[in-house]
């Protein structure tokens, strides 16, 4: 059985850091192409970054790039989403989803997605 698992969410000052994991199980990193993505009240789902089981490759929305680092830990089936300098309108739901799709294809949103999770909610406040 497949599933996606984020932990990691909470409450932080701005300009802090915070680390996402996304567990997976049912299948190995290697095999699909993980991504991190958020949702905002009113606003829609967007892709932040994606990492390619199959080569590494990484995508970074323009919005996070030089803040958020994706990895992996594959003895884990674990990606993370390390995030740093934070800001207030970072405050949104994270999921993580998994696809069978590249990098760019995944993050932004071309096609369904086979896997997300339940989402952690992150918030960003003084």
């Known amino acids: 059985q497949v599933q996606v698992v984020e932990s990691g969410g909470g409450l932080v000052q701005p300009g802090g850091s915070l680390r996402l994991s996304c567990a997976v199980s049912?299948?190995?990193?290697?095999?699909?192409?993980i991504g991190w993505f958020r949702q905002a009240p009113g606003n829609k789902r967007e892709g932040l970054s994606c990492?390619?089981?199959?080569?590494?490759?990484?995508y970074y929305v323009d919005s996070v790039k030089g803040r958020f680092t994706i990895s992996r830990d594959n003895a884990k089936n674990t990606v993370y989403l390390q995030m740093n300098s934070l800001k207030p309108e970072d405050t949104a739901v994270y999921y993580c989803?998994?696809?069978?799709?590249?990098?760019?294809?995944?993050?932004?949103?071309?096609?369904?997605?086979?896997?997300w999770g339940e989402g952690t909610q992150v918030t960003v406040s003084s």
């Open positions: 990492l390619s089981g199959e080569d590494g490759t990484t």
């Open positions: 049912g299948f190995t990193l290697e095999s699909y192409t």
């Open positions: 989803a998994a696809k069978r799709a590249t990098v760019e294809a995944m993050c932004r949103l071309w096609g369904p997605i086979n896997y």
